[in-house]
C-alpha cells in the first residue's frame, strides 16, 4: 500500500533502539525524511546509517535527551516544521510505589506526559496551518491494563492520553491526528532488562521468567518492532486521516476484554 507520505518530514522520538526505531525505519521506508533520537551519539548515528542504508530516505541523527529543553531544541533545529512526530521516552523503572520519591514521581510525570505536551505545542501550529499532521504518542498497554509496580508510567502515561484527548478534537478539522500506540510485550531491550529483574527477584532463570511471560500472552510470542513500526506509519499515513484520539493496543491478545 501507498502510504501517501512520501517527501514528509517526521520527528521520531527515543528512536536509536526498540519501538521507535522501529518506527523510525517503517516511516523512512514509506519515503519520509526522518529524524531519529537517542543520548548515546555513536548509537543515534548507527542507527541513522543503518535506515538510510536500508531505505534510500534521509535520516539525520540528533544525539540529545528529549526530556531536556536543549534536546528539544536540538530536534526542533533538524527539522523546524515536522509533519509528523512520533512521541516516546524511556519509562520509568519498575518499582514499589512506596518506594517513590517526590522528585521520583515528578521525573516520571515530566518524561512520560510533559515532554509529550511540550513536542507538542511545538509542532502543532504550523501541522494546522499545511492541513496535514501526524502525532502519534507511544504510550502503554498499562495504561488500559495497570500493572503493580509500573504505576508511575501508567499514571504519567493516563494523564497524557486524557490531556491529548481535548487537544485532538481540536485540530481533527484541519486534518491533523494525535493517537496512541499501546505496546503490550515487544521483543525490545527494554523488555529484555525487565524480564531479568523479574526473574533476578524471583531467583529463577531469565529464560523460564521470559517463557512464563510469553505463556501470558495468547499469540504466544513477543511483538516484533516491526509490526508495531509499520502500524505507525499507517497511523501516521494518508489513509488514516478519520482516525483520531484512539488508543490502539498492540498487545498479541493480552487484555482480556471485548472492548
Ligand atoms: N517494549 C515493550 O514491550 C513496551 C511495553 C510497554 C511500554 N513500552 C514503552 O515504550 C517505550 C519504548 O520502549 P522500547 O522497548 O523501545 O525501549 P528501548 O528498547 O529501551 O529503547 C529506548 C530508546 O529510547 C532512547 N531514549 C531513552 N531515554 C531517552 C531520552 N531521555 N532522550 C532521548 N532518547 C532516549 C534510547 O536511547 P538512549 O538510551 O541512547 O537515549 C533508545 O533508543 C518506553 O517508554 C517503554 O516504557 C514498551
Known sequence: MDLGIAGRKAIVCASSKGLGRACATSLAEAGCEVVVNGRNRDAVEATAADIRKATGAKVVAVAADVASPDGQKALFAACPEPDIV??????PPFRDFRELTREQILDGVIANMVVAIEL????????????????????????????FGLDLSSGARAGLTAFMAGVARSVAGANVTINFMQPGTFATDRLASNIEMNAKKRGIPFE????????????RRFGLPEEFGATCAFLCSSHAAYITGQNLLLDGGAFPGAF
Open 86 to 91: 512520533v512521541n516516546n521516552n524511556a519509562g
Open 208 to 219: 523460564q521468567a521470559k517463557a512464563e511471560r510469553m505463556a501470558t500472552v495468547p499469540a
Open 120 to 147: 507538542t505545542q511545538k509542532a502543532i501550529d504550523p501541522m494546522v496551518k499545511r492541513k496535514f499532521g501526524r502525532i502519534v504518542n507511544i504510550t502503554s498497554g498499562t495504561v488500559k491494563a495497570p500493572l
